[in-house]
C-alpha cells in the first residue's frame, strides 16, 4: 500500500526538475505570439526581398512604429480586459472624449506652455479613468455583459464628446505636446513610440509578474473559482476596466500629439483594430491565457502590411483583406491547437505520457 | 469535549425547496466525519454553509465552543476552515503552483513585494512539497491545469486544500473522479491530514470508502440529520438504510 501511495509522488518529481529546460522551450512553443513573431518575420522578409531597402529602413520602421503608438497604449489596456473573459469597444470613444476634454481645458487656459500640457495631460487621463471605472461598475457590479456596456458607452462617449464640441475638431494643442511627437527622440526612438514602450513594458511586467496579473488571469480562467479563492473579483473587474479607460486616456494624449487636433470622426474603428491585434497576438477571447508581447505582435502586422503595400505598390486596401484573413487563421489555428492538446494528441505530449507510464511501471 | 465546528438547526429554503430543516453537524478535532445522504439530501448545502458561502434562514454555527458567523470564504478561512470543492475550483488556464496560492500568494520581502511582485520560487518549492506529501501525480508543475487529467486535477485541488486547512478539511466527493491508485493516496492522505489533529469532513457516494476512513458517519436525508453511525461497526447495508429511510432509526442510535 504505501509504495502504491508513494510511487505517482517520484514521477511527478522527477518529471518536472529533469525536464525544466525542455518544459520551457515547450512553453515557449505552445504560445501563440511565438508562431504569430514568425508571421510578422515571414511578412517583414517578404518586403523586404521585394522592396529592399526603401522598406527594411530605420525610418520606414520608425514611421511604423509612430503609427503603432497609440493602438499599443490602448491595446495594453485591452489585454487586460480580454484576458479577464470581457470585451471594451468603447475605447475609441474613450479617446475621442478625453482628447476633446483635454483639448477644451487646454484652449480655455489659452495658448502654450508646459502648464497648459499638463493640465491637457492631466485632463485626459482622469476622463479615460472615469470612463473605464463606469464600464467596470456596469460589468462587475450591474454584471450587464461587457459587450452590451461597452458597446452603450462607445456611442454615449463619442455623443458627448460631439455635443462638446458641435461635432468640430478642437485644433489648440500646445506647441510643446507636437513637438514632442515630431521631433523629441529619446535614445534614438521617437517620441510616441517611446512612450508605448514604456507602458508595453510597465503593462507587461504588471500583467505577467505581479499579484494583480495573477489575479486578472484567475478572473478570466473561472470566476467561480476565483472568487472561492477569496479574490475580490468586483473590485478587480473594475479595476481592470478602469486601467483600460485610463490607458485610452494615455491614448488621447498620444492623438492629440500625433495628429495636433482632436480625431472625432477618426476613431470608429480603433477598437476593433485593436482587439484584433490583442487576439491575432494569442489572447483567447475566452479569457484565461494572452501575453502583452504577443498584442505587440499582433499590432505591427497590420501596420507593416499597410506600409510595405503602399510601398511596393499595392492598393493599400489590399491591408484589411490580409488583416482580417490573418485574424480568423490564426484564431483558427490556435482552437485547433488547444483542441488536440486537449485529445492528447500532440505528439511531444503523446511522447511524454508514454515515458510517465513507463515510469509507473516500473 | 466539545466538538470543534458544530452546527445547530441550521435552515435554508431556495424558493420552495427547503434545503436545509433544521439540520445538526458536529465534527471533532483529528476526526474523520463521514456525511453522506442521497442526492438532494442537504450535503453540498450544508457544505457552503460550514464554509462560508450560504447566508443562512436560521440556526447556529460555533467554532471551538465560540459562536461564530460565517458570512464569507474569507472568514471560514480565517478559521483554518478549507473545502475541495466536487467541482474543484481550479482555474484551468494556470499551473499547479499558481492554484495552489491563488489568493494567498507568497509576496516578495522589500519594497518589491509592497509592488505587487511575487515569490514564484517559494511557492514553487512550497507546493511541490505538498504535493510530494499528498503522492499527488503532477505531471509538471508549468503546465496548465486544464491539461491534465481529473485525477491530476483533484489531487491539486486536495493538496491545495490540505496546504491551507490548519482546522477542519472538508472534502466534497474527494474520489468521484479517481482511479484506484489515487483513490489510495486520497484515503491514506486524510488518515495522514486527520492523525495531524485536524479535523476532516469526509463526504462521498462510495459507502466503501466511507467505512475505510470515517471515525463516526452523519447521515442526512431531506435536510436534517437522521442518524450518526460509529465507523467500526456499522455495516453498507446499514448506510443505505439510513439514507433512504428504510430502517428508519432513532436519532442519536450509535
Redesign the interface.
Known amino acids: ?1 504505501s509504495t ?6 517520484v ?3 522527477g ?2 526538475e529533469s ?2 529546460g525542455q ?1 520551457f522551450l515547450r ?1 515557449v512553443l505552445g504560445l501563440q505570439a511565438f508562431w504569430i513573431l514568425g508571421v510578422f518575420v515571414v511578412i517583414c522578409v517578404f518586403f523586404s526581398v521585394l522592396a529592399g531597402d526603401r522598406f527594411l529602413s530605420a525610418g520606414n520602421f520608425s514611421l511604423i512604429s509612430q503609427n503603432v503608438a497609440v493602438w499599443a497604449v490602448i491595446g495594453v489596456g485591452m489585454t487586460f480586459v480580454i484576458i479577464t473573459a470581457g470585451i471594451d469597444l468603447s475605447v475609441g470613444s474613450v479617446l475621442v472624449f478625453s482628447s476633446v476634454v483635454s483639448a477644451k481645458l487646454m484652449e480655455s487656459m489659452g495658448g502654450d506652455g508646459p502648464g497648459v500640457a499638463a493640465v491637457g495631460m492631466v485632463g485626459a487621463i482622469v476622463s479615460g479613468m472615469a470612463w473605464g471605472g463606469v464600464n467596470g461598475l456596469l460589468v462587475a457590479k450591474a454584471k450587464v455583459p461587457p459587450l452590451i456596456v461597452t458597446l452603450g458607452t462607445l456611442s454615449v462617449a463619442l455623443g458627448l464628446a460631439q455635443v462638446l464640441t458641435g461635432g468640430i475638431d478642437i485644433r489648440s494643442v500646445p506647441a510643446e505636446l507636437t513637438d514632442f511627437s515630431a521631433y523629441t527622440k529619446i535614445l534614438g526612438v521617437p517620441g510616441l513610440p517611446f512612450v508605448a514602450l514604456i507602458i508595453i513594458v510597465l503593462g507587461g511586467i ?1 500583467l505577467h ?4 496579473g ?2 486578472t ?2 478572473v ?3 470566476e ?8 475580490k473579483v468586483t473590485r478587480h473587474l473594475v479595476l481592470v476596466y478602469a486601467l483600460a479607460g485610463t490607458l485610452a486616456g494615455v491614448g488621447a494624449i498620444l492623438s492629440l500629439a500625433q495628429f495636433g487636433t482632436t480625431t472625432i470622426a477618426g476613431q470608429s474603428l480603433t477598437n476593433l483594430n485593436v482587439i484584433a491585434a490583442v487576439v491575432i497576438g494569442g489572447t483567447s477571447i475566452f ?3 494572452g501575453t502583452i508581447f504577443g498584442t505587440v505582435v499582433g499590432l505591427f502586422i497590420p501596420a507593416v502590411l499597410q506600409s510595405g503595400f503602399v510601398i511596393i505598390g499595392v492598393q493599400p486596401y489590399w491591408q484589411g483583406v490580409a488583416v482580417g484573413s490573418v485574424l480568423i487563421a490564426a484564431v483558427y489555428v490556435d482552437q485547433s491547437r488547444r483542441a488536440a ?2 485529445r492528447g494528441a500532440r505528439p511531444r ?1 503523446f511522447m ?1 505520457r508514454r515515458e ?1 507510464q513507463r515510469k509507473e511501471r516500473q | 469535549m466539545t466538538a470543534l465546528l458544530e452546527a445547530r438547526g441550521l435552515s435554508r429554503s431556495f424558493g420552495h425547496v427547503r434545503a436545509l430543516d433544521g439540520v445538526d453537524f458536529d465534527v471533532h478535532a483529528g476526526e474523520v466525519v463521514g456525511l453522506i445522504g442521497d442526492n438532494g439530501a442537504g450535503k453540498s448545502t450544508l457544505i457552503k454553509a460550514l464554509s462560508g458561502n450560504l447566508e443562512l434562514d436560521e440556526g447556529d454555527i460555533s467554532f471551538d465552543g465560540q459562536p461564530v458567523r460565517l458570512s464569507t470564504p474569507r472568514e471560514a478561512e480565517a478559521l483554518g476552515i478549507e473545502v475541495v470543492y466536487q467541482d474543484l475550483a481550479l482555474a484551468p488556464h494556470l499551473n499547479p503552483v499558481q492554484n495552489v496560492f491563488l489568493g494567498r500568494e507568497i509576496m516578495r520581502s522589500g519594497p518589491l513585494g509592497r509592488f505587487g511582485f511575487m515569490d514564484e520560487k517559494q511557492m514553487r518549492r512550497r507546493a511541490a512539497a505538498s504535493f510530494a506529501e499528498l503522492g499527488a501525480t503532477v505531471r509538471s508543475l508549468s503546465s496548465p491545469v486544464g491539461t491534465m487529467s481529473g485525477g491530476q486535477r483533484q489531487g491539486i485541488a486536495i493538496a491545495r486544500a490540505m496546504a491551507w486547512a490548519k482546522k477542519v478539511l472538508i472534502l466534497d466527493e474527494p474520489t468521484a473522479a479517481l482511479g484506484v491508485v489515487q483513490t489510495k493516496n486520497v484515503l491514506e492522505s486524510v488518515k495522514r491530514v486527520r492523525d495531524k489533529g485536524i479535523a476532516v469532513v469526509f463526504i462521498s457516494h462510495s459507502m466503501p470508502h466511507v467505512l475505510e476512513v470515517c471515525d463516526r458517519i452523519q447521515v442526512l436525508r431531506l435536510g436534517k440529520r437522521v442518524t450518526t453511525f460509529s465507523g467500526s461497526d456499522t455495516t453498507v447495508e446499514m448506510l443505505v438504510g439510513a439514507m433512504t429511510g428504510a430502517l428508519d432509526p432513532k436519532e442519536g442510535a450509535a
Open positions: 500500500m502504491l501511495a508513494n510511487q505517482p509522488a514521477v511527478s518529481g518529471a518536472d525536464g525544466s518544459s512553453r504588471l509578474k505581479t499579484r494583480f495573477r489575479h488571469y484567475a478570466g480562467s473561472n467561480e473559482a476565483a472568487r472561492r479563492t477569496g479574490i479569457g484565461g491565457e492538446a486537449l505530449r511524454q510517465t
